[in-house]
């Protein structure tokens, strides 16, 4: 089982900036997390992927982010954080983070969800 609790979000004006953290808990073993990433679900849209960190690989971010946001993960906290620059009102969203997690004996993975946390971006 792993718990997420997500902190950082806000009100900010455009062209501000928020940091999201994200720490992961409970009984799990970190070598069977795949990666680490944020999600955004806007009013009346699909969730869409933000930014992710795969375990050993390289980020990667939605077009409509790249350059403004940064993703990052510590390890030995078990915490990925979402830097975000130049923000403009689209951004506005609930942000969730999430953790797909994958252990014996079937290496099924599970997605793992934090609660969300607001962001709005609006003068």
């Known amino acids: 089982q792993v718990q997420l609790a997500e902190s950082g979000g806000g009100l900010v004006q455009p062209g501000g900036s928020l940091t999201l953290s994200c720490a992961a808990s409970?009984?799990?073993?970190?070598?069977?997390?795949?990666?680490m990433g944020w999600y955004r679900q806007a009013p009346g849209k699909q969730r869409e992927l933000v930014a992710f960190i795969p375990s050993g690989g390289s980020a990667n971010y939605a077009d409509s982010v790249k350059g403004r946001f940064t993703i990052s993960r510590d390890n030995a906290k078990n915490t990925v954080y979402l830097q975000m620059n130049n923000l403009k009102p689209e951004d506005t969203a609930v942000y969730y983070c999430n953790v797909p997690y994958s252990s014996p004996p079937t290496f099924k993975p599970t997605m793992y969800w934090g609660q969300g946390t607001q962001v709005t971006v609006s003068s």
């Open positions: 409970g009984s799990f073993l970190s070598r069977y997390v795949m990666g």
